[in-house]
């Protein structure tokens, strides 16, 4: 891997709750990124989730509880990677604001949202990588999520690396920075809406001719991986971590294993 | 204006399932928004202009009474009144008052969100005064005994079919075998009927893009004229304007007026920027005898120094509504009341409640296109996040949801329980669901599963697997 970067890094994951349980594949994808990348990885114990459920429902009080808990648990690593814009962003974001009125657990937040990353962008901007020398036969394309991409700034990052990828060509998504309509909740709350959103994005997507959709955020692939597989599209789904770890044995998001 | 936004569920449904408005919405993004991005593009200091002009705006409602006060002061020194109106029946009453005073039979109206706030039209016909809108959208949609869907494109779901269908109809004076096909033949009738419109209107009523403080002047800006006439050729001018349209100077003016119409149309100037100032002097060719500034509140001044305070800074350019997914999806009407969009979606619930308006800052992905391009830098998603809280609290919050947030956050609060329950549920889930990799139904999952597959997950958790491959845990081990 081509990285300007020799000094080795702590690194904490923080590996998501959606990732954790519903696509592990991504976690050992971004294990094995940031250790290629010269850092050390560990999993802290105490982390769950981010605590954006509660936040983004109005549930204050139990969004502050969850975020001091995500605050002890990487305390003490030189950085917090997560395989997540939506995670990410709401931790750089949003937990400061959590904690306006505790000047204490703020600057504790600040803290941590200074050494908080989401995967790629800390690739690229943090740890200086190029190239991570991998391979993947076929043509991909690329959704900005909505919050990597408003709240982190994420948009240069995934493509620089996704265009080094041996056997890998890139076509731009038209309307790629247009929301899936995931929204966490909002797709079940709001499940015509939601379809009309994720039903433009899976047309926009075949049209491409890509054979391959690739995003940074499990809530917005599992959407879009969801609606295509509904429309019978033949393009498989896949966090960019694994293409750009290299690893693409496993099954694609919502594809049979046998 | 009477709400529908307890229905939105409904009327979100209503509109997906109409072809005409979802062909409308289609061109959207092809229109307003690439327009927005070339206009912003062509001028370097469009981002700073955005600060100055939320500077601006943050200063004055800082100091919003002094503003007022002097823009009053100024309004009566040039010969005009201002009247001050809490309610909405307080400014719909002293409307119909200086309506009387001529014995006014009909008004014409420059596009007024304004007036649609407070029902001006309605209440003026209950009354037996003719309110004719003379936007070319307005007009349209007035025919259509419909309201605004957008609010600088109110017509914005109708297809030129519907319009030529509604002037057959509503213009029985013409050949009924006119070709109206072009664009130009339903605008040069229109026009047509407006003119005689203009010249027999006893009032003119208007609403303002702003009112300066220093001069005591009212600013519109329209793409047709058709407020110039409005304001000019009537014995009376009335303003209908919203209390935090005002700006302290001709220059704070001007700053929001260069990200204006560059937000809204993508034009860097509205065709018209008219300044209005006072009814006509003696040496003045022409104008209103009388010069009306109804000063609407309307709940407004209740949200400075709240969390909310920050919406008061909207200058209704419609670039969130333009570039917001959902309101491209359903159109305007769905959302129920008089601003739809982003901005209605942290506005009516204050104007109008959080309990009424509950679905409206629910109906949001938080994607962030609004704020990206406010050129108020209202930071919308935080504010209807801020309505989320207040239903929460207030437990307006659906009892499911509730519930269902509840047992989770109890769980992610508990980490080792929390891995237990997962790790269990998640086996079950890959275990049933590996074979085929999707659930085409699950259980409680229907909102999902209705339009789309559920992926099965891999199986096991990586907690677990990070721990059967005795993965690292903490920092320095």
């Known amino acids: 891997m081509e990285t300007e970067s020799s000094e080795r890094a702590d690194v904490a994951l923080f590996v998501t709750c959606l990732v954790d349980l519903f696509r592990p594949s991504v976690g ?27 936040f983004n429902s109005g549930d204050r009080a139990d969004a502050r509880a969850i975020a001091a808990q995500v605050i002890d ?38 803290d941590l949202s200074g050494r908080m990353h989401e995967l790629v962008s800390f690739l690229v901007d943090v740890r200086g990588v190029q190239d991570v020398a991998a391979a993947c036969d076929g043509i991909a394309t690329y959704h900005d999520s909505c919050s990597g991409l408003r709240e982190l700034g994420i948009k240069a990052q995934p493509r620089a690396l996704l265009e080094k990828v041996a056997g890998l060509s890139l076509v731009e998504l038209p309307g790629a920075e247009r929301c899936c309509g995931f929204g966490g909740s909002f797709c079940v709350k709001y499940p015509e809406i939601s379809n009309s959103m994720v039903g433009n994005k899976a047309t926009d997507v075949d049209m491409t001719g890509a054979d391959m959709l690739l995003a940074g955020d499990l809530g917005c692939l599992m959407n879009m991986a969801g609606k295509l597989s509904r429309v019978g599209s033949k393009v498989r789904v ?12 496993d099954a694609a998001i919502g594809e049979g294993q046998d | 204006m009477q709400p529908t936004t307890r229905q939105f569920t409904q009327n979100a449904r209503d509109a997906l399932a109409n072809a005409s408005l979802q062909s409308a919405l289609g061109k959207m993004e092809t229109g307003f928004v690439a327009n927005r991005a070339t206009a912003a593009a062509r001028l370097p200091e469009f981002e700073a202009l955005r600060d100055q002009a939320r500077d601006i705006k943050n200063h004055t409602l800082e100091n919003l009474d002094f503003y007022l006060e002097t823009f009053e002061a100024n309004v009566i020194a040039s010969g005009g009144v201002v009247h001050w109106a809490a309610t909405a029946e307080d400014a719909r009453r002293t409307v119909l008052d200086i309506c009387r005073s001529v014995d006014a039979k009909t008004v014409t109206k420059g596009k007024s969100m304004i007036a649609e706030e407070i029902g001006l039209n309605e209440y003026l016909e209950a009354n037996d005064i003719e309110p004719v809108e003379t936007d070319l959208g307005e007009y349209i949609i007035q025919l259509r005994h419909e309201s605004p869907s957008h609010i600088i494109a109110p017509a914005i779901h109708v297809v030129k079919n519907q319009v030529i269908e509604t002037f057959r109809e509503s213009h029985p004076q013409f050949d009924p075998d006119r070709s109206l096909e072009e664009p130009r033949e339903l605008l040069d009738e229109a026009r047509s009927v407006l003119r005689q419109r203009f010249l027999d209107a006893d009032v003119g009523i208007t609403g303002a893009n702003f009112l300066i403080a220093e001069t005591g002047s009212t600013v519109i800006v329209t793409n047709e004229g058709n407020g110039d006439l409005t304001q000019t050729l009537p014995k009376i001018h009335v303003v209908v304007a919203s209390l935090e349209k005002v700006v302290p100077t001709l220059e704070d003016a001007s700053a929001i007026l260069r990200v204006l119409a560059r937000s809204a149309t993508g034009q860097e100037y509205s065709s018209y920027t008219t300044f209005s100032n006072g009814p ?17 509140d309307n709940g407004r001044s209740a949200l400075l120094g709240t969390e909310s305070q920050e919406v008061l800074r909207c200058i209704r350019c419609g670039a969130c509504m333009n570039h917001c997914p959902v309101y491209g999806a359903i159109g305007g009407h769905a959302y129920g009341w008089v601003y739809p969009g982003p901005i209605g979606s942290v506005i009516t619930p204050t104007l109008i409640g959080v309990d009424e308006a509950r679905h409206l800052p629910n109906a949001s992905t938080f994607c962030g296109r609004c704020e990206q391009v406010c050129p108020m830098r209202i930071p919308l998603p935080k504010l209807m996040r801020h309505h989320r809280e207040k239903a929460f609290e207030e437990k307006l919050t659906p009892a499911t949801e509730r519930a269902g947030l509840g047992v989770w956050a109890f769980l992610a609060r508990r980490p080792a329980l929390y891995r237990l329950a997962t790790g269990m549920a998640m086996r079950v889930l890959g275990a049933f669901g590996r074979r085929r990799g999707k659930f085409s139904r699950l259980p409680g999952a229907g909102g999902w599963t209705a339009h789309r597959d559920f992926p099965a997950p891999q199986g096991r958790t990586f907690q677990q697997q990070w721990s059967t491959r005795g993965g690292r845990r903490n920092a320095g081990q």
């Open chain 1, 73 to 110: 648990a990487f305390e003490g690593y030189d950085y917090v990677v997560a395989p997540s814009g939506s995670c990410a962003g709401m931790i750089v974001k949003h937990y400061p604001d959590l904690f306006a009125d505790d000047p204490v657990m703020a600057a504790r937040a600040r």
């Open chain 1, 238 to 249: 896949r966090h960019v971590a694994e293409v750009l770890a290299g690893m693409t044995g």
């Open chain 2, 280 to 296: 006509r002097r003696a040496e003045d060719p022409d104008g209103p005898e009388q010069f009306h500034v109804v000063l609407l």
């Open chain 1, 28 to 54: 050992f994808a971004a294990v094995a990124l940031l250790e290629r990348a010269g850092c050390t990885v560990a999993v802290p114990e105490l982390q769950t989730c981010c605590g954006q459920p509660a």
